[in-house]
DNA sequence: ATTAATTACATAACTAGTTATGCAAATATA
DNA sequence: TATATTTGCATAACTAGTTATGTAATTAAT
């Protein structure tokens, strides 16, 4: 198929799909060939029980990889030629026990040497071409497996995403921003407190002129994430790192890990050696960027909010 | 899936089967992810359209590979959601003439975007796994084309079941084998001839005894091809390839052509140097098998067979 | 100029799977 | 011990394709 030169990897469900029916195609007159009575899409369920022996049908569905009721239909329609029975001698009524018949014996042995003529066939093929399907099959069946699909493509889409980001520093026409972004999330979970509005309302004086930053996260443009790096009055602690926000509508852009990197750059750069943060447990997913920063928790330090019940550090001379 | 480790090769098709459904549950999802309102199976018809503008959907359904009724219907779901139109402008009243409409175009644009991410993801994986699927999907596209899975385990069938034919020197057990192997296709395509009862009820004295040989395949000890070497009274042709007969119950296993080589050996063994045979061209395959042996056309020699209406030989000199 | 054959598409019926759901038997729980 | 949950299977309804077939429009043949 020219089409998927393309159409580019996108298309690799319709081309395995293709490749599929061009092979289930040319089994139903490979069985023609061998004058067998048997419909291709019986085989696995016929060569687990001529290798196994007796098996319920949801064995067989899991060996097999195909869904119960799939094999359900099967199973009848082997009875119907007489290639297997049900054997009722299990003690739990719900299942049944099925098996070869004699005329089904009989058929496993003239399956078999087909078997060899299409082994010999496909490992002609596998000789002839450079590159193996067999194998690339298992290979790729595994690394799904491993990690989706999906996942991959949405990592990719991260990643092109994150590339879109700016992180810019504060000024002035990101105040409402500032304030907006974090209301937003605050009042989902929590409820604003006074700390919260002294610091939202005039960032200039309660951050920017102690010596602190404000970053913001631009997205075509438009501001999406803010994070302020605020000076703390504390003999362990030099800055805090606080007010972090993100829109909903940019979730999943890795937004969050670029203005935590950005923060954490920026106290270095001012010569911190050591972060504090506060947050609650309720919001997993900052929690979770906080550890990939490298923040640590502890206890037992003063705060004036009462949503807080995790305090982290991050230790700014371990990482270099 | 464990299972296709003892399957070998026989389960190709189910193993693509479940790759393939793996591969079109994620691209479901992937489309979810980018917040595209679009069927998997759409994709496609959908490129098609993109890349080329305005297509009829038999043109459609080449291109992609699917049944004419297949893009019929993608077309009319497309259509309700409002990403094609049909354009009857064209002259032929029964064609018609599908293509994006604004809507369509925009979606365009997006799905490139995801195209990408897809790509890159599945790049990814080409460079992680020793194996390339997608190189491999396309090479093995090409050798079925070329040679199909069926015609390959054709043929090595041919191959196995051509190892279980031995070929045996007459002897009077097989007599009545011989007799009734030939009357058998001769009666079916012309009549028995005068000379052919001769030789085929005295086969030691018009045959063997002249100098001939006679030749008799086994397949499970079972007599069920036979061929003479007639000794001829000619200045040009010492030996005659003639009664050769193969049962129509054992056909494909290539047991004429073991009979003609058994036959070609032994007239070189005599150290003939040309063999003659005559032939009826209605006969294709045996026509064909002489070709394969070496034997080539010529004309003008006297026969008693109504039936021959073509001559060959085959020089021995000439094949070493 | 008719008539026959071909083409383009739609529709119906089939295939090989899937999910969803129902029911009886078995097991776990109160 | 009674009740709730789980398990094994069957059945129904759906999906994404297929082949077979019908109909109107066009083209070829007589």
Chains 1, 2 share one sequence.
């Not at 007489?82 to 009722?88: R, T």
Request: hydrophobic share 40%; charged share 25%; proline share 3%.
């Amino acid at each position: 198929m020219k089409i998927f030169e393309k159409t580019g990897k996108m298309a690799l469900g319709s081309r395995l799909r293709l490749l599929t029916a061009t092979v289930t195609e040319n089994a139903a007159q490979i069985y023609e060939l061998y004058q067998v009575e048997f419909s291709p899409k019986w085989f696995p369920v016929f060569f687990v029980l001529s290798e196994e022996g007796e098996k319920t049908i949801t064995e067989i569905a899991n060996e097999i990889g195909h869904s119960q009721p799939s094999v359900t239909k099967i199973i009848q329609e082997m009875t119907v030629s007489g290639l297997v029975q049900e054997n009722l001698k299990s003690k739990d009524k719900r299942r049944t026990l099925v098996g070869l018949t004699q005329k089904g014996t009989v058929l496993s042995e003239k399956i078999k040497v087909q078997c060899t003529d299409v082994d010999a066939a496909i490992e002609g093929i596998i000789t002839e071409a450079t590159h193996n399907l067999w194998e690339a099959i298992e290979e790729w069946e595994f690394l799904f497996e491993q990690k989706s699909l999906f996942r991959r493509v949405q990592e990719q889409k991260k990643l092109r995403e994150s590339k879109n980001v700016q992180i810019v520093e504060y000024t002035p026409q990101y105040q409402s921003a500032f304030k907006s972004l974090n209301e937003e999330w605050i009042s989902t979970y929590f409820e604003m407190e006074e700390a919260d509005y002294k610091a939202l309302d005039n960032p200039k004086e309660y951050i920017l002129d102690k010596g602190g930053k404000i970053f913001v996260a631009l997205y075509n443009n438009e501001p999406v994430g803010v994070c302020a790096l605020i000076k703390m009055n504390d003999a362990n602690y030099d800055f805090e790192m606080a007010k972090m926000a993100v829109s909903p509508n940019a979730q999943g852009k890795n937004i969050g890990g670029l203005l935590g990197q950005a923060v954490v750059d920026a106290a270095k750069q001012l010569g911190a050696s050591k972060l504090y943060l506060e947050s609650n447990t309720i919001l997993k997913p900052a929690i979770n960027l906080y550890h990939k920063l490298g923040f640590q928790k502890v206890a037992g330090l003063a705060t004036p909010y009462k949503r807080c019940n995790i305090q982290m550090e991050l230790n700014l001379n371990n990482q270099l």
